[in-house]
């Protein structure tokens, strides 16, 4: 299994982009996917960088109806129409958050022009894809629930309410006997979703690839900083390796990765592992 981080909020060096999103390149034995396509098709030139087709990809997963995973599938599709984009149904919606403007909300959702495109993979939670391939979702736990999921909301019927996230979705891909899980933001939270996964597979995933959703625009105060350690000490208790970035924030990471030591690494664009 070989995983390239195309973009991500960070850059390995200066020969790549660094841009707030997520996507990465998934090359297994028998599939290349997608998951996410970052912001921007600014992605799409860190793939060129790297020396990467993305058109090999067969399919995208969308980890959430977020416009920072999703930027780029519009321009991708451009390139490479007929390719599939799987995601919830519930991933099109009108999602939102507080604008700079008082009282106004500004749209962080998909691109609008997407849900009428024949290319869109409605599902309705976790489904198997594939021989070795499935998605992961309808995670309903709140163990350490990202405290900064409450700005991220939903527009319905004029009412503006709390995001609870049932749009978001992991890909889970085993390969010579290791099971990789992928996610976006783990905004159910990174503890909620490796639950549902022993639920569903048994076990833990011997990789995850994920932002924890951490990340605060001022210093983490001293719940926060607890949740944080609090989610560390959980992690600790599995065997499994854990690459996160994009939404965790520098300042959790660096609490994250004094737990962890050598059981976590950074994410950044350029990125290429071999596993």
């Known amino acids: 299994m070989r995983v390239t981080v195309l973009m991500e909020d960070t850059a390995v060096n200066e020969s790549c982009i660094a841009e707030h999103g997520l996507s990465l390149f998934i090359e297994g034995q028998k599939h290349t996917y997608l998951l996410d396509t970052g912001a921007t098709e600014k992605t799409w030139e860190n793939a060129h960088r790297l020396g990467i087709d993305p058109g090999k990809a067969e399919a995208i997963f969308l980890s959430h109806g977020h416009l920072d995973h999703s930027g780029g599938i519009v321009s991708f599709l451009e390139k490479h129409p007929g390719t599939k984009v799987y995601l919830q149904k519930t991933a099109g919606l009108d999602y939102v958050t507080p604008a700079q403007e008082p009282g106004k909300m500004r749209y962080i959702g998909i691109d609008p022009s997407l849900p009428a495109r024949e290319e869109m993979v409605w599902l309705d939670g976790s489904t198997k894809i594939d021989d070795g391939v499935y998605i992961l979702s309808g995670v309903t736990g709140r163990r350490c629930w990202p405290k900064g999921n409450l700005t991220l909301k939903i527009r319905r019927n004029g009412e503006i309410l709390q995001d609870t996230f049932d749009h978001e979705q ?36 011997d990789y995850v690839f994920t932002g924890f959703h951490m990340m605060k625009k001022t210093p983490l105060n001293e719940e926060e900083k607890k949740d944080v350690l609090d989610t560390a000490e959980e992690l600790m208790k599995t065997k499994t390796i854990f690459y996160s970035g994009h939404c965790t924030g520098e300042e959790a990471y660096d609490l994250l990765k004094e737990a962890m030591g050598e059981r976590l690494f950074h994410m950044r664009s350029g990125l290429q592992l071999d596993l």
């Open 170 to 205: 992991s890909l889970v891909m085993e390969e010579d006997g290791k099971r990789f899980l992928f996610s976006g933001c783990a905004h159910n939270g990174i503890l909620n979703i490796l639950d549902a996964f022993r639920e569903q597979f048994g076990g833990e995933p």
